[in-house]
């Protein structure tokens, strides 16, 4: 017995109660921070996995709340991550300047989560949102830089703004602040209206271009156990909102026969696309391994845009799948190097090497992740990548196509750099004698991830039956799973999961027979490479890690900088914009600033009066 | 007569299995031999002849490789220098055994021309074990294709035994070595 | 040609102008060399670098063990007059010192380092003139001194391959000066480039 | 399913057989192109049996296991291939996607363990092939894309049963600029030249291979043969219209590899991003247009 009101009451009063505690003791504040987060994941996993939440709202005033299919498989996972993330924090909380207010701030915007998705009106909804986005705030900037925050609240509050002038057309045309009912019943250009704000807000909160500026500043720059919150969870609400947007509201567009699709959805398809790529790109040529991984997010964040966009019950089965996978993998591998963080003090590649032989359980779950990621048998990635395949082939929907292999292919690329540039090769002098395996408690969620990326590529099914209700909930086909059988049948073809995963273990297990059958080999250092028989004594000399790609990299970095450059100049013009608002209104005579709100207010009143 | 009641086979011990194995294993080596050329000398441009269509090596199965650790034979043609004796012993430390090696022309066998320059080394087997010599200067393309098939029959009778000389009489190597050339492995400005 | 006449001229100018040349010897239109006294050696470099010879080809030395000198050979390049330079200066050959030049030709650096491996001229100045360059743990004299034995050192440190009597061929020590002073006869008729 | 999986390693292993014996008939032939006498047509076998009786080398765990990892994800990979329509082990699960997304294992362990190796040369030749495979694969997933769209299956014996009940209609005819888009993209997928830039041994010392001897590298080429078999099985499957018995698989099977081997051996080597820029040219122009025409006009040449 859960409702959803007790859990939001519950986390705010322990951020509150942790805000406390942690100032007594950092250590007992983030236990308790774990015991909170794991408690209402377990609640909620279970309650809503059941379908037995309780909706009723007897405390709060004003609150109403929805249980729908949707919304608890986004709590649900939005929850997980958060519950993982909090192991870190009695590692990382002492690191930072407002160590109770990190406690704080994280539990609180679990809270607003939560009444993101489980709400039913707009109008909480864009409460919850903002509740999110100003908690986030004050934590991104605890890490590296300060106007890394900047730029995640302007993007955010584009998209907050964006959603607030989204509801309120709809609410002119409506008349109504309900989700279901509102976006269903619009009509005419206010549809099209409703749906492009929407998008925007969807798409600056997922960071799929052409709003994805903020994405690898933030998550490069937060706080190291922030970002895979940030990655995994938190611009999940951004395909929540897209969610809604295309799949709910139909605005009026032409059809394109040829390939069965609104034009609409097929614009921003194609923006989906183009995200992918560019992600893919930015993300080959990153030397910072969190920010790497931020432009990989911005790639999966093209596919779920991608996914949705495509109106078709196996593509949509494939969001909902990726949604999961990606935010698996991308914990995963955020935590990964948040623990390798802690123990070097850096994320940059080009100064790392050899982290492996100190930490190899650090390494398996890096490589765990970057397998799903890539999207390669036997992890959560392919099956996702898989669904999406089948509609895009099946829809034969070429240029998509061509960013969605890029993107898959591309994939390999920039995960494979972080393994070799900071786990494998030489072990670099100064991490020799400080270095070691991270510590148990933050092993523990790492494994537990690790063992969940591979459950969601080996034995789908279970999930996948989940995804069916939210899809008849959301009006499609379910997709078709035969469960006995645990196969997955997609458009034109049926995968087995469990058989290539066993398949595959037959394989190693032979390829371990014969390597154990054959002769020992004989141990030697990596120092004792083939050098072309020279003499090297110095491990940064051998070590490969900086420029990775340089011939692939030469080939486009001219064309690296346009969309920053875009956004630069944008922000000078909106500064200029700025300097002429304070030099009318702030100057020393408070005369013509009273005339200029009078002037305005003039205008605004024109043809009222 | 013999008798026909089944007698229980002889048990073979560990060290003759080994050398049943190790009979197997010597078939595929002599029939696949891959060479990492150490080209410094004249001698080897002996070796185009005997690689391409005139003589073409490949047919006995022999081939060039890139690395040592890939490499069977260690093909040492022509002079060596000391600087470069240090790093034909470094190469062939780091060959996978077994592995063997050949010396083409004279000056591993004497010094040939070189005999007394300061810079090269007269007999390349006081500091790597030399499993075949092919003399001349420089040896023409019979004599050296001939070379690598007395290599083969060596490997055959079980003679090509250098790799184990090497690992039994390490310190005798390692003296000569070190007579010669102070140090083998040298760490300065340019080998940091 | 004219003009590369004229750029020996030029050249010819140049140095008697500023310097007290002891022998200067005009090889043909491309190549001059010029014997000068040690200490006028770094003030030529700086003249000549100035008026075009900017690149420092060769830095090596001679041994003339009979005078018991050391010659210093700076060889250097004009691309815009195409006359390639020998400064030649005769050096003490028990303690052969030179001041560096690696202020004016920074490139010299490694140069002198070789000339200093192989023939123990002291280049003091530059800060690494002693580190090994080539000869990796050289642990003998010098080895392109004249009086430095190569067959004595090599029968030393290398061994020798053990042969029958029989199979020897000795070749005749005797002849190797009448070969040498052979040697030197015809370089001294392909001076100048033309052989007389 | 114990059965299934034991017809899946058979065919693995004599994908295996098939393919060093293959390989080893190719260099008796280049051989004879070049006018030599070339070596034994089982020479292959002599090669890999005697790296396997070699005392190897070692760089610790990750070096071993990454060999391991490939040589298991390959053999999981051939065990789905299916050899003729009847003989497949797992009917209805030879997915095309599980090919090219399972190879992928095999290839991130020896690209892992290449990088373990510790030598740089290994990490250029892996940044090498992924440069490559990011080159070749998206022309080649075009193609495959309007082939899947045309027939409506994925599954490889479909495909190859769909070209056979068309009156053996191959792709290769039906979808002619997809067919050469499909060669090009099996020669970069085989490592042959001009495309194998990641190998070179002259130049980056045989690239990921160079710490590799003894078992190792022996294991590493089987996977590398079982890797040649299963892309040009792919090819025959998809583009020459499967195989109704084990005879005319064969036959095939040998044409290609031959004939892609014939045409690798007049080439020389190109430049990592000339090899990039040659992919997304000219390739990827004529599989776009080979997939318009055939996907939104429905025009397919039929015999």
């Given at each position: 017995?859960?409702?959803?009101?007790?859990?939001?009451?519950?986390?705010?009063?322990?951020?509150?109660?942790?805000?406390?505690?942690?100032?007594?003791?950092?250590?007992?504040?983030?236990?308790?921070?774990?015991?909170?987060?794991?408690?209402?994941?377990?609640?909620?996993?279970?309650?809503?996995?059941?379908?037995?939440?309780?909706?009723?709202?007897?405390?709060?005033?004003?609150?109403?709340?929805?249980?729908?299919?949707?919304?608890?498989?986004?709590?649900?996972?939005?929850?997980?991550?958060?519950?993982?993330?909090?192991?870190?924090?009695?590692?990382?909380?002492?690191?930072?300047?407002?160590?109770?207010?990190?406690?704080?701030?994280?539990?609180?915007?679990?809270?607003?989560?939560?009444?993101?998705?489980?709400?039913?009106?707009?109008?909480?909804?864009?409460?919850?949102?903002?509740?999110?986005?100003?908690?986030?705030?004050?934590?991104?900037?605890?890490?590296?830089?300060?106007?890394?925050?900047?730029?995640?609240?302007?993007?955010?509050?584009?998209?907050?703004?964006?959603?607030?002038?989204?509801?309120?057309?709809?609410?002119?045309?409506?008349?109504?602040?309900?989700?279901?009912?509102?976006?269903?019943?619009?009509?005419?250009?206010?549809?099209?209206?409703?749906?492009?704000?929407?998008?925007?807000?969807?798409?600056?909160?997922?960071?799929?271009?052409?709003?994805?500026?903020?994405?690898?500043?933030?998550?490069?720059?937060?706080?190291?156990?922030?970002?895979?919150?940030?990655?995994?969870?938190?611009?999940?609400?951004?395909?929540?909102?897209?969610?809604?947007?295309?799949?709910?509201?139909?605005?009026?567009?032409?059809?394109?026969?040829?390939?069965?699709?609104?034009?609409?959805?097929?614009?921003?398809?194609?923006?989906?696309?183009?995200?992918?790529?560019?992600?893919?790109?930015?993300?080959?040529?990153?030397?910072?391994?969190?920010?790497?991984?931020?432009?990989?997010?911005?790639?999966?964040?093209?596919?779920?845009?991608?996914?949705?966009?495509?109106?078709?019950?196996?593509?949509?089965?494939?969001?909902?799948?990726?949604?999961?996978?990606?935010?698996?993998?991308?914990?995963?591998?955020?935590?990964?190097?948040?623990?390798?963080?802690?123990?070097?003090?850096?994320?940059?590649?080009?100064?790392?090497?050899?982290?492996?032989?100190?930490?190899?359980?650090?390494?398996?779950?890096?490589?765990?992740?970057?397998?799903?990621?890539?999207?390669?048998?036997?992890?959560?990635?392919?099956?996702?990548?898989?669904?999406?395949?089948?509609?895009?082939?099946?829809?034969?929907?070429?240029?998509?196509?061509?960013?969605?292999?890029?993107?898959?292919?591309?994939?390999?690329?920039?995960?494979?750099?972080?393994?070799a540039?900071?786990?494998?090769?030489?072990?670099?002098?100064?991490?020799?004698?400080?270095?070691?395996?991270?510590?148990?408690?933050?092993?523990?969620?790492?494994?537990?991830?690790?063992?969940?990326?591979?459950?969601?590529?080996?034995?789908?099914?279970?999930?996948?039956?989940?995804?069916?209700?939210?899809?008849?909930?959301?009006?499609?086909?379910?997709?078709?799973?035969?469960?006995?059988?645990?196969?997955?049948?997609?458009?034109?073809?049926?995968?087995?999961?469990?058989?290539?995963?066993?398949?595959?273990?037959?394989?190693?297990?032979?390829?371990?027979?014969?390597?154990?059958?054959?002769?020992?080999?004989?141990?030697?250092?990596?120092?004792?490479t083939y050098t072309a028989?020279n003499?090297?004594?110095?491990?940064?000399?051998l070590?490969y890690?900086?420029?990775f790609y340089a011939p692939?990299?030469?080939?486009?970095?001219?064309?690296?900088?346009?969309?920053?450059?875009?956004?630069?100049?944008?922000?000078?013009?909106?500064?200029?914009?700025?300097?002429?608002?304070?030099?009318?209104?702030?100057?020393?005579?408070?005369?013509?600033?009273?005339?200029?709100?009078?002037?305005?207010?003039?205008?605004?009143?024109?043809?009222?009066? | 007569?013999?008798?026909?009641?089944?007698?229980?086979?002889?048990?073979?011990?560990?060290?003759?299995?080994?050398?049943?194995?190790?009979?197997?294993?010597?078939?595929?080596?002599?029939?696949?031999?891959?060479?990492?050329?150490?080209?410094?000398?004249?001698?080897?441009?002996?070796?185009?002849?005997?690689?391409?269509?005139?003589?073409?090596?490949?047919?006995?199965?022999?081939?060039p490789m890139a690395t040592p650790r890939q490499?069977?034979?260690?093909?040492?043609?022509?002079?060596?220098?000391?600087?470069?004796?240090?790093?034909?012993?470094?190469?062939?430390?780091?060959?996978?055994?077994?592995?063997?090696?050949?010396?083409?022309?004279?000056?591993?066998?004497?010094?040939?021309?070189?005999?007394?320059?300061?810079?090269?080394?007269?007999?390349?087997?006081?500091?790597?074990?030399?499993?075949?010599?092919?003399?001349?200067?420089?040896?023409?393309?019979?004599?050296?294709?001939?070379?690598?098939?007395?290599?083969?029959?060596?490997?055959?009778?079980?003679?090509?035994?250098?790799?184990?000389?090497?690992?039994?009489?390490?310190?005798?190597?390692?003296?000569?070595?070190?007579?010669?050339?102070?140090?083998?492995?040298?760490?300065?400005?340019?080998?940091? | 040609?004219?003009?590369?006449?004229?750029?020996?001229?030029?050249?010819?100018?140049?140095?008697?102008?500023?310097?007290?040349?002891?022998?200067?010897?005009?090889?043909?239109?491309?190549?001059?060399?010029?014997?000068?006294?040690?200490?006028?050696?770094?003030?030529?470099?700086?003249?000549?670098?100035?008026?075009?010879?900017?690149?420092?080809?060769?830095?090596?030395?001679?041994?003339?063990?009979?005078?018991?000198?050391?010659?210093?050979?700076?060889?250097?390049?004009?691309?815009?007059?195409?006359?390639?330079?020998?400064?030649?200066?005769?050096?003490?050959?028990?303690?052969?010192?030179?001041?560096?030049?690696?202020?004016?030709?920074?490139?010299?650096?490694?140069?002198?380092?070789?000339?200093?491996?192989?023939?123990?001229?002291?280049?003091?100045?530059?800060?690494?003139?002693?580190?090994?360059?080539?000869?990796?743990?050289?642990?003998?004299?010098?080895?392109?001194?004249?009086?430095?034995?190569?067959?004595?050192?090599?029968?030393?440190?290398?061994?020798?391959?053990?042969?029958?009597?029989?199979?020897?061929?000795?070749?005749?020590?005797?002849?190797?000066?009448?070969?040498?002073?052979?040697?030197?006869?015809?370089?001294?008729?392909?001076?100048?480039?033309?052989?007389? | 399913?114990?059965?299934?999986?034991?017809?899946?390693?058979?065919?693995?292993?004599?994908?295996?057989?098939?393919?060093?014996?293959?390989?080893?008939?190719?260099?008796?032939?280049?051989?004879?192109?070049?006018?030599?006498?070339?070596?034994?047509?089982?020479?292959?076998?002599?090669?890999?049996?005697?790296?396997?009786?070699?005392?190897?080398?070692?760089?610790?765990?990750?070096?071993?296991?990454?060999?391991?990892?490939?040589?298991?994800?390959?053999?999981?990979?051939?065990?789905?291939?299916?050899?003729?329509?009847?003989?497949?082990?797992?009917?209805?699960?030879?997915?095309?996607?599980?090919?090219?997304?399972?190879?992928?294992?095999?290839?991130?362990?020896m690209a892992?363990?290449a990088s373990?190796s510790g030598n740089p040369y290994a990490s250029i030749g892996v940044m090498r092939a992924l440069t490559t495979?990011?080159?070749?694969?998206?022309?080649?997933?075009?193609?495959?894309?309007?082939?899947?769209?045309?027939?409506?299956?994925?599954?490889?014996?479909?495909?190859?049963?769909?070209?056979?009940?068309?009156?053996?209609?191959?792709?290769?005819?039906?979808?002619?600029?997809?067919?050469?888009?499909?060669?090009?993209?099996?020669?970069?997928?085989?490592g042959?030249k001009?495309f194998e830039t990641y190998i070179a041994p002259a130049e980056i010392a045989s690239g990921p291979m160079v710490e590799y001897?003894?078992?190792?590298?022996?294991?590493?080429?089987?996977?590398?043969?079982?890797?040649?078999?299963?892309?040009?099985?792919?090819?025959?499957?998809?583009?020459?219209?499967?195989?109704?018995?084990?005879?005319?698989?064969?036959?095939?099977?040998?044409?290609?590899?031959?004939?892609?081997?014939?045409?690798?051996?007049?080439?020389?080597r190109l430049k990592i991003d000339?090899v990039?820029?040659?992919?997304?040219?000219?390739?990827?122009?004529?599989?776009?247009?080979?997939?318009?025409?055939?996907?939104?006009?429905?025009?397919?040449?039929?015999?």
């Amino acid at each position: 017995m859960a409702s959803i009101e007790i859990l939001i009451l519950i986390l705010v009063a322990s951020s509150i109660a942790s805000y406390f505690l942690t100032k007594l003791n950092s250590f007992a504040g983030s236990i308790l921070t774990i015991f909170s987060t794991m408690f209402v994941f377990v609640s909620l996993a279970y309650y809503g996995f059941n379908d037995t939440l309780i909706t009723t709202v007897n405390i709060l005033p004003g609150f109403t709340f929805e249980f729908t299919y949707l919304g608890a498989y986004f709590a649900i996972i939005v929850a997980f991550v958060y519950s993982m993330v909090s192991f870190f924090h009695p590692y990382f909380v002492d690191h930072y300047k407002y160590k109770n207010a990190y406690n704080m701030l994280f539990l609180l915007s679990l809270a607003g989560v939560l009444g993101a998705f489980f709400t039913d009106s707009f109008l909480q909804l864009f409460f919850f949102f903002e509740l999110i986005v100003w908690t986030t705030m004050f934590l991104i900037p605890l890490g590296k830089s300060k106007s890394a925050a900047v730029s995640y609240f302007g993007f955010s509050a584009a998209g907050s703004l964006s959603m607030l002038f989204g509801i309120f057309v709809m609410f002119t045309n409506v008349g109504s602040f309900n989700i279901a009912d509102g976006l269903a019943s619009l009509s005419g250009t206010k549809a099209v209206l409703v749906f492009i704000s929407f998008l925007i807000a969807g798409f600056a909160k997922l960071g799929v271009f052409p709003l994805h500026i903020w994405l690898p500043i933030a998550h490069g720059n937060a706080p190291h156990p922030f970002s895979p919150v940030l990655s995994g969870a938190l611009v999940k609400l951004g395909a929540f909102v897209a969610v809604l947007a295309l799949l709910k509201v139909s605005p009026a567009s032409a059809m394109i026969t040829a390939i069965s699709m609104p034009f609409a959805h097929y614009i921003i398809a194609i923006l989906g696309a183009v995200s992918i790529v560019f992600g893919t790109l930015m993300a080959i040529r990153e030397d910072d391994a969190k920010k790497l991984l931020a432009y990989s997010s911005m790639s999966h964040g093209g596919y779920i845009i991608v996914a949705f966009s495509l109106l078709d019950s196996v593509a949509l089965a494939g969001g909902f799948y990726h949604i999961l996978a990606h935010a698996l993998a991308s914990a995963g591998a955020f935590m990964a190097i948040a623990a390798v963080a802690r123990q070097t003090g850096t994320t940059k590649m080009s100064e790392l090497g050899g982290i492996i032989h100190k930490m190899p359980i650090t390494y398996i779950v890096y490589l765990v992740a970057i397998i799903s990621m890539a999207g390669i048998p036997p992890m959560g990635g392919f099956i996702s990548k898989w669904l999406i395949f089948q509609a895009v082939i099946d829809k034969g929907l070429i240029f998509i196509a061509i960013a969605v292999f890029f993107g898959s292919i591309g994939s390999f690329l920039y995960v494979f750099r972080p393994l070799a540039a900071l786990f494998l090769g030489q072990e670099l002098p100064q991490f020799k004698k400080t270095v070691k395996e991270a510590p148990i408690l933050m092993l523990i969620p790492m494994v537990i991830i690790t063992l969940l990326n591979m459950y969601t590529g080996i034995l789908p099914n279970g999930i996948l039956g989940f995804i069916n209700k939210i899809n008849v909930e959301l009006g499609f086909f379910p997709l078709v799973i035969n469960n006995p059988a645990l196969t997955i049948s997609g458009n034109n073809g049926t995968l087995f999961p469990a058989l290539i995963a066993g398949v595959f273990g037959f394989g190693v297990v032979v390829a371990f027979i014969i390597f154990i059958l054959l002769k020992k080999s004989r141990q030697v250092s990596l120092m004792d490479t083939y050098t072309a028989a020279n003499f090297i004594h110095s491990e940064e000399l051998l070590h490969y890690s900086v420029d990775f790609y340089a011939p692939l990299e030469r080939l486009y970095e001219k064309y690296t900088t346009k969309m920053t450059d875009f956004y630069d100049a944008l922000a000078n013009k909106v500064k200029e914009l700025g300097k002429l608002a304070k030099y009318l209104f702030m100057s020393k005579y408070v005369e013509v600033a009273v005339f200029w709100i009078v002037a305005i207010l003039a205008f605004l009143l024109w043809g009222e009066l | 007569m013999k008798s026909t009641k089944f007698t229980e086979p002889r048990k073979l011990s560990k060290e003759e299995v080994d050398r049943k194995w190790w009979e197997i294993g010597d078939f595929f080596r002599r029939n696949s031999l891959w060479m990492l050329m150490y080209c410094t000398g004249c001698c080897a441009i002996e070796l185009p002849p005997a690689m391409t269509s005139a003589y073409d090596m490949e047919r006995l199965g022999m081939g060039p490789m890139a690395t040592p650790r890939q490499a069977d034979i260690l093909l040492i043609s022509g002079y060596l220098s000391v600087k470069s004796l240090r790093r034909v012993i470094y190469t062939y430390e780091q060959m996978s055994e077994p592995k063997y090696v050949v010396g083409l022309g004279s000056c591993p066998i004497n010094g040939g021309i070189y005999h007394d320059s300061h810079a090269v080394i007269n007999q390349l087997d006081q500091y790597i074990p030399v499993d075949t010599y092919v003399a001349g200067c420089m040896p023409n393309t019979e004599s050296v294709m001939n070379g690598f098939v007395d290599l083969m029959e060596q490997i055959r009778d079980k003679t090509a035994k250098g790799w184990i000389k090497y690992k039994e009489n390490n310190e005798w190597y390692k003296k000569n070595q070190k007579a010669a050339l102070g140090e083998v492995i040298i760490h300065d400005e340019f080998h940091e | 040609m004219m003009n590369s006449m004229n750029n020996v001229e030029f050249l010819k100018g140049l140095m008697n102008q500023n310097f007290k040349i002891v022998e200067t010897d005009v090889i043909d239109q491309y190549q001059v060399s010029f014997v000068l006294k040690q200490a006028d050696v770094l003030q030529a470099l700086v003249t000549l670098r100035n008026a075009g010879w900017i690149q420092m080809s060769y830095l090596s030395a001679v041994d003339w063990p009979d005078e018991n000198k050391i010659e210093v050979v700076y060889i250097l390049m004009n691309w815009e007059r195409p006359v390639h330079i020998q400064i030649r200066t005769k050096i003490d050959r028990n303690d052969p010192v030179m001041p560096t030049i690696i202020h004016i030709y920074p490139g010299a650096k490694y140069y002198e380092r070789e000339c200093h491996e192989f023939f123990g001229v002291k280049f003091p100045g530059n800060p690494d003139y002693q580190k090994q360059l080539i000869l990796e743990m050289w642990d003998d004299m010098p080895p392109l001194r004249k009086d430095f034995d190569p067959k004595a050192y090599s029968d030393r440190k290398f061994t020798k391959r053990e042969y029958n009597e029989d199979y020897l061929v000795l070749s005749d020590q005797n002849d190797k000066k009448a070969k040498r002073e052979a040697r030197k006869e015809r370089a001294e008729s392909l001076k100048g480039g033309q052989k007389i | 399913m114990l059965l299934n999986i034991l017809v899946g390693f058979a065919i693995a292993f004599f994908g295996f057989v098939l393919q060093t014996s293959v390989a080893g008939v190719n260099r008796k032939i280049i051989a004879r192109l070049q006018k030599r006498y070339g070596p034994k047509w089982y020479q292959e076998f002599l090669d890999i049996f005697k790296l396997l009786s070699k005392r190897a080398t070692s760089h610790g765990w990750i070096f071993d296991f990454g060999v391991i990892m490939a040589l298991g994800g390959i053999i999981a990979t051939a065990m789905f291939m299916p050899l003729t329509n009847n003989i497949v082990a797992f009917a209805g699960y030879d997915n095309f996607f599980i090919f090219v997304y399972l190879i992928a294992v095999g290839m991130l362990g020896m690209a892992m363990s290449a990088s373990g190796s510790g030598n740089p040369y290994a990490s250029i030749g892996v940044m090498r092939a992924l440069t490559t495979m990011l080159a070749y694969e998206v022309p080649f997933m075009i193609i495959v894309l309007t082939i899947i769209n045309t027939t409506g299956f994925s599954s490889l014996t479909e495909i190859g049963l769909f070209q056979q009940a068309s009156g053996n209609t191959w792709f290769l005819i039906a979808l002619p600029l997809g067919g050469i888009v499909g060669i090009l993209s099996l020669m970069g997928m085989l490592g042959k030249k001009p495309f194998e830039t990641y190998i070179a041994p002259a130049e980056i010392a045989s690239g990921p291979m160079v710490e590799y001897g003894g078992k190792q590298l022996g294991m590493l080429f089987i996977m590398h043969e079982i890797t040649v078999f299963i892309e040009v099985s792919l090819f025959v499957h998809l583009f020459l219209g499967g195989a109704e018995n084990i005879f005319i698989f064969l036959a095939k099977y040998f044409a290609v590899y031959t004939f892609v081997n014939l045409i690798s051996n007049v080439n020389g080597r190109l430049k990592i991003d000339q090899v990039v820029k040659f992919y997304y040219k000219w390739p990827l122009i004529m599989a776009i247009t080979q997939a318009i025409i055939a996907i939104y006009f429905g025009w397919v040449v039929s015999i």
